[in-house]
């Protein structure tokens, strides 16, 4: 079973830029289409962006469009999420997920997904 686990998320001004990893382990990362979610309080987990095994074919919310890059490193067993231009509606606990099965490409419907990491937080505020 691939474990995920969140880093990289803080307190950053408005325009600023962070960037989250997603490091895993306990399987073959290259096996695992992936997707980084948000969960702002009050609200509900929505997928922002997602990555086929391969790496092509990334995916992203229009919110983010243009403003976050996603990308994988398997020989490194890492997912990145580059977040630039942050505004505040970006604040929220940030997680990465494995999709279940061995589907090639990843989706942004969270029910799709079946391995979660833990979450960090991401605040935008000055």
């Known amino acids: 079973q691939l474990r995920l686990v969140e880093s990289g998320g803080g307190l950053v001004q408005p325009g600023g830029s962070l960037r989250l990893s997603c490091t895993t382990s306990?399987?073959?990362?290259?096996?695992?289409?992936i997707g980084w979610f948000r969960q702002a309080p009050g609200k509900g987990r929505e997928g922002i962006s997602c990555?086929?095994?391969?790496?092509?074919?990334?995916v992203y919310v229009d919110s983010v469009k243009g403003r976050f890059t996603i990308s994988r490193d398997n020989a490194k067993n890492t997912v990145y999420l580059q977040m630039n231009s942050l505004k505040p509606e970006d604040t929220a606990v940030y997680y990465c997920?494995?999709?279940?099965?061995?589907?090639?490409?990843?989706?942004?419907?969270?029910?799709?997904?079946?391995?979660w990491g833990q979450g960090t937080q991401v605040t935008v505020s000055s």
């Open positions: 990555i086929s095994r391969s790496g092509g074919s990334p």
């Open positions: 997920a494995a999709r279940s099965g061995s589907s090639w490409y990843a989706t942004l419907e969270v029910g799709e997904y079946s391995a």
């Open positions: 306990g399987s073959t990362l290259s096996s695992y289409a």
